[in-house]
Nanobody
Framework: VQLQASGGGLVQAGGSLRLSCAVS????????MGWYRQTPGRQRELVAR???????DYADSVKGRFTISRDNANNAVYLQMNSLRPEDTAVYYC??????????WGQGTQVTVSS
């Protein structure tokens, strides 16, 4: 599969962005889709994940501010980010986990939140 992330940009603190990840190819055996983020010098951090059973999981730092959703018909996953903070600044990567296959990653989209 190939993943194409979009929607990043520059926003002021308190603002909102919506990230999109379009998935092409078969996602048979899907286990989960979601988003990680990474800043220089830090490990990649799981932001949000939605399972094949639609259960969702969020990092504590984004609970109540971010919402993950999935469009099964269009093989896409979204991340609505509200009340953005400077510490949310990072490159955001979408991913897909399938049974018996390595995790697939998108190319990353930069989110910059100014104070």
């Amino acid at each position: 599969v190939q993943l194409q992330a979009s929607g990043g940009g520059l926003v002021q603190a308190g603002g909102s962005l919506r990230l999109s990840c379009a998935v092409s190819g078969s996602i048979g055996g899907l286990r989960a889709m979601g988003w990680y983020r990474q800043t220089p010098g830090r490990q990649r951090e799981l932001v949000a994940r939605i399972g094949s059973n639609s259960l969702v999981d969020y990092a504590d730092s984004v609970k109540g501010r971010f919402t993950i959703s999935r469009d099964n018909a269009n093989n896409a996953v979204y991340l609505q980010m509200n009340s953005l903070r400077p510490e949310d600044t990072a490159v955001y990567y979408c991913f897909v986990v399938r049974v018996g296959r390595p995790t697939s990653w998108g190319q990353g989209t930069q989110v910059t939140v100014s104070s």
